[in-house]
């Protein structure tokens, strides 16, 4: 079964900066999808980013362009998430998602209900 853990979630205040990592075990990690979502209380989970680790295609959703970088180390099943210029809007629960045999050329979907794995979640706190 694939399994996804989060961890690197903490509280900083604006402009700080934390990494997120995803260690994914259970299944071959080259052609996936996998993404960072987050929800914040009251809210519908949202994509952040997403990336194929066949090809190393990205998206960004809007709001975090230029402050947050998606990256994978498929030797390590590892899955990042590097956020910068943080604000107190950013805060949320990020989940890590995975989806295996991903064949496009083009980005992943962005859809929440693409993803069929998800870890427990990390607590991303700002304050402004």
């Known amino acids: ?11 900083v205040q604006a402009g700080g900066s934390l990494r997120l990592s995803c260690t994914a075990s259970g299944y071959t990690y080259n ?11 009251g809210k ?9 680790t066949g090809g190393g295609t990205t998206y960004y959703t809007d709001s975090v362009k230029g402050r947050f970088t998606i990256s994978r180390d498929n030797a390590k099943n590892t899955l990042y998430l590097q956020m910068d210029s943080l ?42």
């Not at 993404?35 to 914040?40: C, D, K, P, T, V």
């Not at 107190?88 to 045999?101: H, I, K, L, N, V």
């Open 87 to 128: 604000k107190p809007e950013d805060t949320a629960m990020y989940y890590c998602a995975a989806r295996t045999g991903y064949e496009g050329r083009w980005a992943c979907p962005i859809e929440r209900t693409y993803f069929l794995y998800w870890g427990q979640g990390t607590q991303v706190t700002v304050s402004s």
């Open 44 to 52: 519908e989970r949202e994509v952040v980013a997403t990336i194929y």
């Open 1 to 11: 079964q694939v399994q996804l853990v989060e961890s690197g979630g903490g509280s």
């Open 31 to 41: 052609n996936n999808c996998m993404g960072w979502f987050r929800q914040a209380p």
